[in-house]
């Protein structure tokens, strides 16, 4: 099912149109709310991963659902649905075990990635509601990257 994006006219996806809170009428396509969101000027970021094997890396994220785009041998965009989530940057004198670095993935659904990326085999911690407002799980990817994925509960 598609419906008319009010801003630019195009038929998009139902899933990727949201509607204005205090206008529902309005519906607003993912390209246009990106454009708003510079508009408004609001910050994105995309966290990048340091990778010791970028082979397996990819392998693993289209496993559980994200496209990636290598750039080259070295650095690679990785992407949900068109957005961009994350980077892979090569680094060969990666220690796994002392690796820290993650990101927090904040979705519509946690409970549908949660079975997602444990029916790829992705060893997930489980799904819980946090005090802090989010139903939430983590995993590590293949380098120790740890990717935290929550969705907004009422608490
Ligand atoms: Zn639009």
Request: proline residues 6%.
């Amino acid at each position: 099912m598609t419906v008319t994006c009010s801003c630019c006219g195009q038929e998009r996806p139902v899933e990727q149109v949201g509607e204005l809170q205090c206008h529902p009428e309005t519906r607003v396509c993912r390209d246009c709310i990106s454009w708003l969101h510079h508009q408004a000027g609001m910050v994105e970021t995309t966290p990048t991963f340091p990778v010791l094997d970028m082979a397996a890396t990819i392998a693993f994220y289209e496993s559980i659902g994200f496209d990636v785009h290598a750039y080259d041998d070295g650095f690679a965009f990785v992407q949900y649905e068109d957005v961009s989530v994350f980077d892979l940057d090569l680094r060969p004198d990666l220690d796994v075990s002392r690796n820290m670095a993650g990101c927090f993935l904040i979705v519509p659904d946690s409970d549908e990635w949660h079975a997602r990326v444990v029916a790829a085999g992705v060893s997930a911690g489980p799904l819980e509601d946090m005090p802090w407002g989010m139903r939430e799980f983590a995993f590590s990817d293949p380098n120790g990257n740890r990717v935290r994925v929550g969705t907004t509960i009422s608490t």
